[in-house]
């Protein structure tokens, strides 16, 4: 786009061109009304004739204007001048993110990661508010600083839009977005939802790791192709082998396998880079709640890597009782739910949940299980014994909930299975008296208030 130095446009002197992209050219200019610098983004005027992109770009102009994040780039304004679309921004004295690795190659992955949590951040602030970038890429981000004081800005909100009923096309039926960063359903024609930004942060961190985003290919056809029909690269040598986990999770073709938001993928990847010889890939979300657990209020943050830890050592054929300990208030119900939920499909007869906080006298505990467990009483059989059948020809996980007051009428009945049960609320060394008398394997997992182990069978005592 042409516009001669020293041009004015509403307000703003144009004074020398520092960018170009798809939707135009950005330049760095002065506003006279408060006598600073900004950026200032001319619209490509084949976009600006249309009436309906108009539109559209001044409405999406102020959604992204209304965001305020550290590393979201300000937008001052947007507007129309003599015909010509503007988008009036804070100017960063830096270089993009693209322009970088171009220059660089591969980061570090320290420093990768490091931008990436800062990308994941401004990500998480504009889909609270219900926008969806659809966008990212290393070209839109800007770097400015040096060393740890680097500092990133996510910019271009110009082709972001509300999340409610935002489909991959729009209304020219155009596919939004840059061939290497689109997730699956976006290719597809499906629902943009903020797991397409995450799709997307994915490839970004396997870039900045590799100098290359992960499904480069000749042509933009065969890139999208690979996106839709191919699996992610390793990232290769000289990179711990954890972080091909998280990107495996970040660029999973399915949404709902995906990590739930921008900061869940960076802080796995912060984590594994922090830890690589105990980080354990986190178990994907659950995609439907089984219906025979009680769906929690609300989702459970913060605690993957404990999900991950609890996962392998409930899926381990010799363990055949897992504990949650710890003190009261450290989730162990919530912690317990979540890991059956994201493990029930490892059993063919299902997930079963048994509430046995309100339960004082222990003749009733078995006829509490066996009503969780769909038995009825009848004929001469008594429930100890239709549940001690139960769980041995099953193929199931039970939950067992707030069971440590009733040990001795538990014991027979858990010794009688082969199945894996989970009994959070144990203290230690009643855990212990459980799995002793059940004659089997334990796997303890103990919470504190500021700390959390994964601890064995021959661990310390609390």
């Known amino acids: 786009m042409a516009a001669p130095n020293g041009e004015r446009i509403a307000g703003y002197e144009l004074e020398a061109r520092v960018g170009r992209g798809g939707m135009g050219v950005v330049w760095r200019a002065r506003q006279r009304s408060l006598d600073r610098v900004v950026a200032v983004k001319l619209i490509a005027s084949d976009s600006a004739d249309d009436a309906a992109f108009r539109e559209r770009f001044l409405r999406e102009a102020k959604l992204a ?16 001048s003599e ?23 591969a980061l570090k992955a320290e420093r990768a990661v490091g931008l990436v949590a800062q990308i994941a951040a401004a990500l998480d602030a504009a889909h609270a508010r219900g926008l969806v970038h659809r966008d990212v890429k290393s070209a839109n981000v800007m770097v400015e600083g040096e060393g740890s004081g680097e500092h990133a800005y996510l910019t271009d909100f110009g082709i972001a839009k509300a999340t409610s009923a935002t489909r991959a096309l729009t209304e020219t039926g155009q596919l939004v977005g840059t061939a290497g960063y689109l ?6 024609g499906g629902e943009v939802t903020p797991a397409a930004d995450v799709y997307a942060l994915g490839c970004l961190l396997f870039e900045l790791l590799t100098g290359r985003t992960p499904f480069e290919r000749d042509s933009d056809v065969a890139t999208v192709w690979a996106h839709v029909q191919e699996e992610p690269p390793a990232i290769g040598d000289g990179l711990p082998a954890v972080l091909d986990a998280v990107l495996r999770r970040g660029l999973a073709k399915r949404p709902g396998e995906r990590f739930r938001s921008a900061g869940e993928l960076a802080g796995a990847a912060a984590a594994a880079l922090a830890d690589p010889l105990h980080w354990v890939t986190p178990p994907p979300p659950v995609a439907e709640w089984p219906r025979r657990l009680p769906r929690p209020a609300s989702r ?36 317990a739910l979540e890991l059956a939920a994201r493990t ?9 949940f048994v509430p046995l906080a309100t339960i004082q006298e222990p003749e009733l505990v078995a006829s509490t299980i066996a009503q969780a467990l769909g038995l009825r009483e009848g004929g001469e059989r008594s429930y100890e014994e239709l549940v001690e059948q ?34 959070p609320g144990f203290s230690l060394r009643a855990a212990r ?24 069978k021959h661990g310390p005592e609390p």
Not at 69 to 80: R, T
Not at 83 to 105: C, K
Not at 183 to 188: D, G
Not at 344 to 352: I, K, L, N, P, R
């Open 300 to 335: 459970i943050v913060g605690r993957e890597q404990e999900l991950a830890q609890l996962t392998a050592t409930l899926t381990n054929r010799e363990t055949r009782l897992l504990t949650i300990t710890g003190p009261g208030g450290s989730g162990k119900t919530r912690l």
């Open 390 to 423: 139960r769980l041995r020809e099953a193929a199931c996980l039970v939950l067992l909930d707030n069971i440590e007051q009733l040990l001795p009428a538990a014991s027979p009945l858990l010794a009688s299975s082969p199945g894996r049960p989970i009994a």
């Open 183 to 188: 997730a699956p359903e976006v290719i597809q």
């Open 83 to 105: 015909g010509r679309l503007f988008l009036a921004m804070r100017f960063v004295d830096g270089a993009d993110l693209g322009s970088i690795v171009q220059a660089e190659g």
């Open 65 to 80: 204007a209304s965001l305020e994040h550290p590393n979201l780039l300000p937008v001052y304004e947007a507007g129309e």
């Open 433 to 456: 008296r459980l799995a002793s008398a059940a004659s089997r394997n334990i796997r303890c997992m103990r919470l504190r208030r500021q700390t959390r182990q994964l601890c064995s």
């Open 344 to 352: 029930t499909s490892h059993y063919e007869d299902g997930a079963y």
